[in-house]
């Protein structure tokens, strides 16, 4: 369960980025984040990430909650949430079971573990064969299906994607929406696009900002520009 009630985030020079949004997130539940350029999209992932403050209001994530005072659980968060962004950000000197591996190392996960989740993750993106190859040998759908499961592997429940097909052709973009849709069976998404044939196409809730204000939420799809 997330929860953001009234929140804002004000840049010192005035700029608000968000306008006291409110929503609530169930568990395993698909949202599409849509709305025009800087309409406050990815503020509301980095604020789940804590990556940046909000000035008011607050957001709780299952028992954690963040407000504007000193949120303290940073580790433990960013250990719940698994994120993909548009370009990728893929270890370029890493193969793809380090890649995929290393936030599992970091957590303290043994060998045996790591790779059990390293190598189920690959398989249900779909390159379990690409496994010992390094980033520069695959195409822009490969790496980005890496990045999927570098976001799932950990136990992570939680899954914010920023416009994951923006650097996609057509049919690679559909072949990864396949494994989101696979993924929303046992994950809470949070999905930011410009895309609105997915949206159009693969319908679940959307929740539409602009200006950083919450100015839709509609529990079954569909999206104009
Ligand atoms: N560091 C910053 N300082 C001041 N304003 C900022 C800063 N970062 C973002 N903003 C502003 O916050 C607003 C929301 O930006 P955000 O990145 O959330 O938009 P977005 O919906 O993700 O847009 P896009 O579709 O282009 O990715 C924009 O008006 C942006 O200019
Ligand atoms: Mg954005």
Redesign the pocket.
């Known amino acids: 369960m997330i929860s953001f009630q009234n929140v804002s985030v004000r840049y010192p020079l005035g700029n608000i980025a968000l306008d006291s949004v409110s929503f609530d997130v169930e568990d395993q539940e698909f949202i599409y984040l849509v709305g025009p350029?800087g309409a406050g999209?990815?503020t509301i992932l980095r604020l789940l990430l804590n990556d940046i403050q909000l000035t008011e209001g607050s957001i709780l994530i299952e028992d954690m909650e963040i407000t504007p005072k000193k949120f303290k659980q940073v580790a433990e968060l960013r250990q719940r949430i698994g994120v993909v962004f548009q370009d990728f950000k893929i270890l370029p000197d890493d193969n793809v079971y380090e890649n995929v591996a290393l936030s599992m190392r970091i957590k303290g996960f043994n060998e045996g573990e790591t790779k059990k989740q390293v190598e189920e993750a690959l398989e249900l993106t779909g390159i379990a064969d690409k496994m010992y190859q390094f980033p520069s040998q695959l195409s822009a759908g490969e790496l980005q299906r890496v990045a999927i499961a570098r976001a799932v592997v950990g136990d992570r429940k939680i899954i914010l994607a920023?416009?994951p097909t923006g650097n996609l052709d057509p049919k690679t973009t559909w072949e990864v929406m396949k494994i989101f849709k696979e993924l929303e069976k046992t994950k809470t998404i949070l999905f930011?696009t410009h895309n609105t044939d997915i949206v159009n196409s693969m319908k679940r809730r959307v929740i539409i900002l602009k200006n950083g204000k919450l100015v839709k939420d509609k529990k079954k799809g569909g999206y104009e520009l």
């Open positions: 350029s999209k990815t920023d416009e930011a």
